[in-house]
């Protein structure tokens, strides 16, 4: 991206729903950000107990793999509503106004058929793995330490459908700028040049004096 990116509001319905949305958005990305930082410990213990005791942890790389859909996919809503993912944006960073607007709003809509037809991917994944009448209701668990392997499967639908609520959060704001030809509109990402970014952030230093 050129800059970071801001989301404005207002007292509007949609940005009321994009402000509701957010609290899900942070915790998934809370939860995720734990995952990650929980391997630092994993790898310790399994690094320490190689070294000193000849056992490493038995079943890391199972544990790694379990952490993988949380680490990697349950927090994309929330940099999609930000803005802050990788994308490139040269030629959409140099337009402006309503063709600005509909551009995104193509996009996102692409986004979205793919994210749909990823969820409907995606749970029918889950549900190939999930059985109520089976040990830890799972059909297939991890090699080393027969772990049951649905959770991490749900994961990856449950993230993805929080991500079809912001893309039609942010289809609606991009529809309603094209529309009215808005110049900042509300629930969605408006990217920041250089010179923005740095006054923001010294703005949040000194406190806004």
Do not use: C
């Amino acid at each position: 991206m050129a800059g970071s990116s801001a989301v404005l509001e207002d007292s509007s319905l949609l940005s009321r729903l994009d402000r509701a949305l957010l609290p899900f958005e942070r915790f998934a990305a809370l939860i995720s950000g734990l995952a990650a930082f929980s391997l630092m410990f994993l790898a310790v213990w399994s690094v320490t107990g190689r070294k000193f005791f000849g056992a490493p942890l038995l079943g890391y790389v199972d544990y790694i793999e379990a952490l993988m859909p949380v680490i990697a996919i349950l927090g994309v809503s929330f940099v999609q509503r930000d803005g802050v993912h990788i994308r490139m944006d040269i030629v959409i960073g140099a337009m402006r106004g309503r063709l600005l607007w509909l551009m995104e709003l193509i996009t996102t809509i692409l986004i979205l058929v793919l994210m749909i037809a990823l969820v409907w991917g995606a749970w029918a994944h889950f549900d190939r793995s999930f059985d109520f009448a089976r040990p830890y209701w799972s059909r297939d668990s991890s090699i080393d330490v027969s772990m049951p392997l649905w959770p991490s499967k749900i994961v990856v639908p449950i993230a993805f459908a929080v991500l079809v609520l912001r893309l039609l959060l942010q289809i609606w704001g991009y529809a309603r700028a094209f529309w009215l030809n808005l110049s900042t509109p509300v629930a969605v990402p408006l990217v920041q040049s250089a010179a923005e970014q740095a006054r923001e952030e010294a703005e949040l230093l000194t406190g806004g004096d």
